[in-house]
C-alpha cells in the first residue's frame, strides 16, 4: 500500500527566510505527487506537482518542491517567505502510476510566517 | 479560471436529520470527489463517481451516504441519518482523467450535528 506521510505538524519561519516543508512517500512503482495549500475556511488550491522530467518543480506564489527518489522525498520550498504563506499544507498522492484520481493527503503542515 | 462551487458554506443540522451538500464541478471534468476533513485532521478520502456511478468509495462512506448527479451539472453528497461524529468539512473535487490539469477543489460545507 502507498503512504505519504509530512512529519513536521507545524513550521515556524521569519519573513524572508527560507521555507520548507517536508513530505515523504512510499509507493510501488512511478509516484505522482502533488502539493496542496488551504487556507483558513477555504478550499484545497493547487501548487504544484512531479509527473515525471526534472526533480525540481515550479509552481504557483514562487513555490518549488525537488523530488529525490532515492530519499522517496518531495520537500516544498520557497527561497524567501512571506506573511501570507501562512497557511495549511498538504502533500498528495493520486493512485500508482495515475496522475489522477482520488487523492491520499499527509497529515498536513501548518505554516506560520513572522513579521 | 474556472471553479468548484459548494452550497451551503455552513449548515447546521440536527442529529439523525438528512442533510443534503450540494456541489457544481467544473464543467468539463467527469470524475467528481467527496471528501472529509475533520477539524484538525487530515483530507479523507469518501467516495469519486464517474460516468454516473461510484467508483470508488472508501470505508467511510457507509450506507447512510449517497452521491447523485441529478441534472448535468450538479454533484450532491447526501447524509442520511446524521451522526455528532458527520461534522466535518466536506469538500467537493473534480478532475479529467488522464489531462494534465489537477484535481480542483471547491471550498467547502462546514457541516456542524448538534
Known amino acids: 500500500a502507498q503512504s505519504v506521510a509530512q512529519p513536521e505538524d507545524q513550521v515556524n519561519v521569519a519573513e524572508g527566510n527560507p521555507l520548507t516543508v517536508k513530505c515523504t512517500y512510499s509507493?510501488?512503482?512511478?509516484?505522482?505527487l502533488f502539493w496542496y495549500v488551504q487556507y483558513p475556511n477555504r478550499g484545497l488550491q493547487f501548487l504544484l506537482k512531479?509527473?515525471?522530467?526534472?526533480?525540481l518543480v515550479k509552481g504557483s506564489y514562487g513555490f518549488e518542491a525537488e523530488f529525490n527518489k532515492s530519499q522517496t522525498s518531495f520537500h516544498l520550498k520557497k527561497p524567501s517567505a512571506l506573511v501570507s504563506d501562512s497557511a495549511l499544507y498538504f502533500c498528495?498522492?493520486?493512485?500508482?502510476?495515475?496522475?489522477?484520481?482520488?487523492?491520499?493527503f499527509g497529515a498536513g503542515t501548518q505554516v506560520v510566517v513572522t513579521p | 479560471e474556472p471553479e468548484v462551487t459548494q452550497t451551503p458554506s455552513h449548515q447546521v443540522t440536527q442529529m439523525g436529520q438528512e442533510v443534503i451538500l450540494r456541489c457544481v464541478p467544473i464543467s468539463n471534468h467527469l470524475y467528481f470527489y467527496w471528501y472529509r476533513q475533520i477539524l484538525g485532521q487530515k483530507v479523507e478520502f469518501l467516495v469519486s463517481?464517474?460516468?454516473?456511478?461510484?467508483?470508488?468509495k472508501s470505508e467511510i462512506f457507509d450506507d447512510q451516504f449517497s452521491v447523485e448527479r441529478p441534472d448535468g451539472s450538479n454533484f450532491t453528497l447526501k447524509i442520511r441519518s446524521t451522526k455528532l461524529e458527520d461534522s466535518a468539512m466536506y469538500f467537493c473535487?473534480?478532475?479529467?482523467?488522464?489531462?494534465?490539469?489537477?484535481?480542483?477543489f471547491g471550498d467547502g460545507t462546514r457541516l456542524s450535528i448538534l
Open positions: 473535487a473534480s478532475d479529467y482523467p488522464g489531462g494534465n490539469q489537477p484535481q480542483h
Open positions: 498528495a498522492l493520486p493512485p500508482p502510476n495515475d496522475s489522477w484520481g482520488k487523492l491520499q
Open positions: 509507493v510501488s512503482g512511478n509516484p505522482y
Open positions: 512531479y509527473i515525471t522530467g526534472d526533480n
Open positions: 463517481f464517474y460516468n454516473n456511478e461510484i467508483s470508488e
